[in-house]
Each structure stands twice: as structure tokens, then as C-alpha cells.
């Protein structure tokens, strides 16, 4: 497997044919430690105005932004949440199955956690997942820790969905920036790790589904270790002064601006996030 040195890795037209897949997808709970040594919880204070959901019922809860009225690809379409229900259940079970179920993916060998998600994800997406994924991808499409890594809690989710517009056609879009305390059970110390997220579905005029980008970024891991391990995620929890720098700058950058525009969602060719090389622990 090739050494994912890249931190942004983009799947882009991945829904080329239409229609709509809704597959179904579990998320467990996550071990707790109880043990006074462990660290307080990075993610305890976050403002949860801004950080509104922890769950993914909770995220695919939020209202979708945007007046259909004022968009005229959107007239047929019309502004009631509801329609748009099969789209946001599709994008969903992607998300549940990728990001928000380290227990369930835990362990699995690279082919079964290959399937696992893409079982997951819209049909369409099949080839270009592949290629992704055969490439180095795994740490960027399926959320598994290494030994002695383990999630803490719940995930901490900042999410926006936005009626959009795009090839003069509707589309729905949603970026999120999903969290995750970890633990090191070997050394008990505590730090984070984070996924910015963008999709971008393109619409027909029942609310079906014709095309789309994934694009994502991966923050508060070291990058090298992930090689050794195989595709599986190691977060930077070494108490040494790189991986220090990489969860401050996690926390700063990623953390404390989790939104991310909807100009940022419907850019082409969006430049590479400023943050990356310092929440990313690059090999030399």
C-alpha cells in the first residue's frame, strides 16, 4: 500500500448514473475510560450552538440552509426538507458507516472493511472507492484506530446542509467537521482527531440523485505511522514536540473553525487548506 503522505484526497463525479441507494449502517458505542489518570476531554467544552450534533440521527436532523424561492433551478423542487429526505438519508448511511463506527470497523481485515464500506456508499461510487482506496485511501474512507488507540465518547459533529446550485442544476451540499477524542491505553494520554468533509450531490428534479463530489481532510494523525500500520489511523499522541504541535494546531485550527462555507463546498478546484501541514504529521 502506498505511503498516504497526501492529506486531501478527492473523489470527484462519483455519481455517474442516476438514482438514489439507502443502505443501512450501525454505529456502537465507544469504551469510556474511567481510569482519574486519563486527560480531560478536549472536546468537553466545545460550544455546542456550533457543534450541534453528536450522533448521526442528530446530524441528519439538522435543517437544510438556503430559500428554494430564490434559486430558480430549485422551482420544481420547492423548499420542503422532506423532499430532499432519500439524498440526505443516502448521504448518511455513507458517513455512519465510514466516519461514525470505529467499534464496528475495528479489526476488520483490509478487504472486509473494504466492503463493509462500500456496502455503504451509493453503487455509483464503487469504482472511483476502489481506486481510492487501493491507492493508500483507507485511513480517508473508513475511521478504524491502531492498537492501543481507542475512541473516547461520543464524536462531536459540526455540520451544514445547503440547498445549492451548480451546472445549472440543484444540488445538496454539507460540510462537516467531525471529532473524535482518542486515547493511547499504553501511555493514557488524551488528544483528538478530526475529518473535514465536503459533499455535494447533484440533483434532478424529484430530488434524485445524478452526481457528486467527496472531498475530505484528515487532521491530528501521524501520517507515517498510518504506512506501518496498514491504512489504519494513528493519532499524534507521542509526547514529543511534533505531535504536540500537530493537536495544538488541531485544536486551533480545525477545532476552533469548524464551519465550512458553502463557497468552499461548490469551488471546483478549491486550494489546499492552510492548516494541513500543521495538523498532519507528514513523512520527511
Known amino acids: 500500500m502506498s505511503e498516504p503522505r497526501l492529506r486531501r484526497r478527492t473523489l470527484a463525479a462519483l455519481l455517474a448514473a442516476s438514482g438514489t441507494a439507502v443502505l443501512a449502517a450501525g454505529c456502537g458505542p465507544s469504551p469510556v475510560p474511567t481510569s482519574p489518570d486519563v486527560a480531560h476531554d478536549p472536546l468537553a ?9 453528536r450522533s448521526a440521527e442528530e446530524m441528519r436532523a439538522l ?17 420542503k426538507d422532506s423532499t430532499l429526505d432519500p439524498v440526505r438519508d443516502m448521504v448518511m448511511t455513507y458517513v455512519e458507516a465510514a466516519y461514525l463506527s470505529p467499534v464496528e470497523l475495528r479489526g476488520l481485515d483490509d478487504e472486509t472493511a473494504y466492503d463493509r464500506v462500500s456496502g455503504a456508499a451509493p453503487t455509483y461510487w464503487a469504482d472511483a472507492l476502489r481506486e481510492a482506496w487501493e491507492n493508500g485511501g483507507r485511513p480517508f474512507y473508513a475511521f478504524a484506530l491502531a ?3 481507542r475512541t473516547v465518547g461520543r464524536p462531536a459533529i459540526c455540520a451544514d446542509w445547503f440547498r445549492a446550485e451548480r451546472d445549472d442544476g440543484p444540488a445538496l451540499a454539507v460540510g462537516t467537521t467531525l471529532a473524535w477524542t482518542v486515547l493511547d491505553t499504553s501511555t493514557r494520554r488524551v488528544g483528538v482527531v478530526a475529518y473535514r468533509i465536503e459533499i455535494v450531490i447533484d440533483l434532478d428534479a424529484e430530488g434524485g440523485a445524478t452526481g457528486g463530489d467527496l472531498r475530505l481532510t484528515l487532521h491530528g494523525l501521524d501520517g507515517c505511522a498510518m504506512a506501518e500500520q496498514g491504512g489504519l489511523v494513528v493519532p499524534a499522541l507521542a509526547a514529543d514536540e511534533r505531535h504536540l504541535a500537530v493537536q495544538e494546531a488541531t485544536l486551533e485550527l480545525v477545532l476552533g473553525a469548524p464551519r ?3 463557497e468552499q463546498l461548490l469551488d471546483e478546484d478549491p486550494p489546499p487548506l492552510t492548516e494541513d501541514e500543521e495538523t498532519y504529521l507528514g513523512c520527511d
Open 147 to 149: 492498537e492501543p488507540f
Open 260 to 262: 465550512i462555507p458553502l
Open 45 to 53: 467544552e466545545l460550544d455546542p450552538a456550533t457543534w450541534g450534533a
Open 63 to 79: 435543517p437544510v440552509q438556503g430559500e428554494a424561492q430564490e434559486m430558480s433551478t430549485w422551482s420544481e423542487l420547492g423548499g
